[in-house]
């Protein structure tokens, strides 16, 4: 009996990946080379705005407004900025609203992958504008969107399939991320934590070869790494690890504080009785007050990092700007403007790492600051791995390593149990679509056919009428019982064919007499079947394809002889394997002794009563 679906005799592998990886990479490549450009003229952008509305010069150049001689003049500067970007918005396009990572996730969770022009041309200019007026962001979640855009926008020129845009998409974001921060082995596990949600080869290489592309493109367009090259520190105590679970688990709960803190201020302004477009307006007052307060808190503030990394800052000064900075940080986000989150998180993490440093009495205060920035970093994106490598690469501090881990980890677990998603998720959920995060293998693409299939099938032979079968079914018999379809098989005991209750149905609506054979009311051969090595994944594709619930299970070298049956419950029955692997506990040897242990002393005092 031929198949009507062409078998599937490729070996199983590990991965299922194919040679469309290779086109891909060399794309993502491309996409990669291109980003790095991309960054180039962000960095560029938000140095010309600056030089412009703070210094009233012109240069590209990234300076910190902190050392402007306008004094009140500096107040109106963000109210500007956040004006230009919110009428951007509101005659542009509502996308380049956020920080850029939320605004990807929907691109590739809810838009197939697909970005606009529009989107890649307003995102790094309302940026620019932001953070130049004195915008307390970083570059990075706008080149993320930016890049991101790019690539989507270079997928959409070619046949791809939405995974592969996606892939391409994640590559433009990734490139950009490594052409910023000299970052790329970050930039690639930060596509795989926030972005991707799998860990593929199909989209893993690709994203690699576009940040490693963009990384070394970084070195002549905007110079060479580490962006935050710090004194390495050796012969750390192992007490370090201790104290960095508690940086960690300090950080974690400054994570929850600060996602909790950007979203009351979202909430906040969606009460106020005005349209969205004049919210970065009132949110760039508020930067313009605590910029006059510390003006540190102000722009992108990466000579402030550097500073804590070198313990440059100490005392009310850091409390201060850790204060000043998480107000106007998240007031500002609050408002809808456009900046990252990435420069901010390390600013408020280190700060309050070196507030810490003051009561350990071991490492310096840019260690503590450095430990701390992971953390904060890990705990409020949920992104540990990304955190660990991320301040591996700006630092090159390898000492340090597991005590970052530690706290990253800590901060990411404290997070996780405080808060149902992360300040990334948060925004996408509140736009109606769910993201779960958990990396998890699917059991269709563990369990085989054989796994699950039903062996003893009941069947019917060729010539029977329909009448005989409609009043088994009638009867309840047990042959027939509660099922949705029987395999025909001839004299010989071998499959022609599949009939179904609604072939049942509509063979009784035309009955003349006992009613045609099954035969002649099922579907005859060529049939859709599935064999029983084949992975349920499979077999679920081929159910899908053909809108069918069912599939006979025949053998590979003779495909007229029925093995079994898969139904939908089959399927069913996989996830349920999963789920009592996932809640069902079992006794361990220990808990079994302590039982008996219990059970004994029990009775050991009831006799006693009795006595």
Known sequence: MPDAVAPDTRPLGDFTADRRIVPLSLMAALVGAAS??????????????????????????????????????????????????????????????????????????????????????????????????????GAEGPIIMTGGAFGSLFAQAFRLSTAERKTLLVAGAAGGMAAVFATPVAAVLLSVE??????????????????????????????????????????L????????????????????????????????????????????????????????????????????????????????????????????????????????????????GGSLGALEAHWIPFGDSGMWAAISMGAMLGGTMRAPFTAVVFLLELTHDAQVLPSLLVACVAADAVTVLLMKRSILTEKVARRGTHVMREYILSPLHQLRVADVMERDVPTVPANLPVVTLFRSLADLDPIVGRRQAWPIMDDEGRLIGLITRSDLVRALERLDGDGPAVIDAGTRSPLVVTYPDELLERATQKMLKHDIGRL????????????????????????????????VREAGWLTEQLNVLRRNLQQLLKGKRRT
């Open 36 to 137: 790095a450009f991309v960054a180039l003229g962000l960095v560029r952008l938000i140095g010309f705005f600056t030089h412009l509305v703070y210094y009233h010069q012109l240069g590209d150049s990234l300076v910190s407004p902190a050392a402007n001689r306008l004094g009140w003049w500096a107040v109106p500067v963000p109210v500007v900025g956040g004006l230009i970007v919110g009428l951007m918005a509101r005659f542009g396009t509502e996308q380049i609203r956020g920080h850029g990572i939320p605004e990807a996730l929907e691109a590739i969770l809810m838009g197939r992958s697909r970005m606009s022009l529009r989107v890649a041309l307003l995102k790094p200019l309302s940026s620019a504008i932001s953070i130049g007026t004195g915008g307390p962001f």
């Open 194 to 235: 926030l972005l991707l949600f799998e860990w593929k080869p199909r989209s893993f290489v690709p994203v690699g070869a576009a940040a490693a592309v963009a990384g070394a493109l970084r070195v002549p367009l905007l110079g060479q790494g580490p962006m935050f090259p710090v004194a390495v520190h050796a012969g």
């Open 237 to 348: 105590p192992p007490v370090t690890i201790a104290v960095s679970l508690g940086i960690g688990l300090a950080a974690g709960f400054g994570s929850g504080l600060l996602t909790w803190f950007v979203y009351a201020c979202e909430d906040l302004f969606r009460k106020l009785p005005v349209h969205w477009m004049w919210w970065p307006l009132l949110g760039g007052l508020v930067v313009g007050l605590g910029g006059l307060l510390y003006p540190r808190a102000l722009g992108v503030g990466y000579d402030t990092i550097h500073d804590l990394l070198t313990g440059r800052l100490v005392g009310a000064v850091l409390l201060g700007l850790l204060l000043t900075k998480a107000v106007i940080w998240a007031v500002a986000l609050g408002s809808g403007t456009s900046g990252g989150v990435l420069a901010p998180l390390l600013i408020m």
């Open 552 to 583: 006979p299970v025949v053998s590979r070298d003779d495909p007229a002889r029925l093995v079994g049956y898969l139904g939908r419950t089959g399927i069913m029955a996989a996830w349920l394997h999963a789920a009592r692997e996932e809640q």
